[in-house]
């Protein structure tokens, strides 16, 4: 296989990516595995993302691990994809902030003081420490809460 092949095939599956991320979630007739199938490169690992289970289960982990720190500790969207999801060669946001989002909303809900939180509300951006714009409308919670929480 050429190089260009290998770059064609994966600007294909970058514009797949970019297509689901635009959609809030897969669909449940789209196979993940073809998707998410993995990249040869010449000498590097495959950079294919964990299952959805190991990955929910990761979610579930840096969860418990950020609440346990007083105060509950926050966590720029590229790191907890490293954490949740695992590693990328080039940080796309609109690619990898969504995947990661779409994971973290599904951890269960915690209490922080008078708000139920889940993951999604400690994953922020590295710039403004808080959460994306889309978040809030999502919550049940004002940013000005969140912000006092």
Same mark, same amino acid.
Request: positive net charge.
């Given at each position: 296989m050429t190089i260009e092949t290998r770059l064609r095939d994966l600007e294909d599956r970058v514009a /797949?990516? $970019?297509q689901l991320a635009q959609s809030e !979630? %897969? &669909?449940s007739a789209v196979d993940e /595995?073809?998707? !998410?199938r993995p990249v040869q490169d010449m000498g590097t690992q495959s %950079? $294919? &993302?964990a299952p959805h289970n190991a990955a929910s289960e990761r979610a579930e982990q840096l969860l418990d691990e950020l609440l346990s720190m007083t105060p509950p500790r926050l966590v720029s969207y590229s790191e907890a994809y490293r954490r949740i999801i695992g590693p990328y060669r080039v940080w796309r946001n609109a690619v990898h902030a969504p995947e990661v989002v779409q994971i973290a909303r599904r951890t269960s809900p915690r209490q922080?003081? /008078?708000l139920t939180v /889940?993951?999604?509300?400690l994953i922020v951006g590295k710039e403004t420490r808080r959460p994306a714009g889309g978040h809030f409308s999502a919550a049940d919670y004002s940013e000005a809460d969140w912000i006092q929480t």
């Open positions: /797949r990516l $970019e !979630s %897969l &669909p /595995r073809a998707i !998410s %950079l $294919e &993302p922080v003081g /008078r /889940r993951l999604d509300a």
